[in-house]
């Protein structure tokens, strides 16, 4: 079963960028399509993108469409969230989530279709 651990969050100034990494081990990290999601304390956990098994298919919540990219290195069993214009309101614990599907191009995009979750890391984005 994949285990996964993000890393990469840090406070950062509105308007600056970071880059999240999420690490899986074992070796089906391919055959697992991939979502971050962030919470805020007292908030429901939210969705912010999804990416397919392979690179064919990404989704992006409205907020955060045109300012983050979701992309993966299955040959390093990573996934990246690339989150460029931070706003304060980004400021959040940003999880990684992953799913295992039969399709190559299907993404996911509510909490309850992830079955595996990394701890999250914290992102702080100061005025």
């Known amino acids: 079963q994949v285990q996964l651990v993000e890393s990469g969050g840090g406070l950062v100034q509105a308007g600056g960028s970071l880059r999240l990494s999420c690490a899986a081990s074992?070796?089906?990290?391919?055959?697992?399509?991939m979502g971050w999601f962030r919470q805020v304390p007292g908030k429901e956990r939210e969705f912010v993108a999804a990416?397919?098994?392979?690179?064919?298919?990404?989704y992006y919540a409205d907020s955060v469409k045109g300012r983050f990219t979701i992309s993966r290195d299955n040959g390093k069993n990573t996934v990246y969230l690339q989150m460029n214009s931070l706003k304060p309101e980004d400021t959040a614990i940003y999880y990684c989530?992953?799913?295992?599907?039969?399709?190559?191009?299907?993404?996911?995009?509510?909490?309850?279709?992830?079955?595996?979750w990394g701890q999250g890391t914290q992102v702080t984005v100061s005025f």
């Open positions: 989530a992953a799913v295992q599907l039969p399709w190559f191009d299907v993404v996911r995009t509510t909490e309850n279709e992830y079955d595996l």
């Open positions: 990416i397919s098994r392979t690179t064919l298919t990404t």
């Open positions: 074992g070796r089906t990290f391919s055959t697992y399509a």
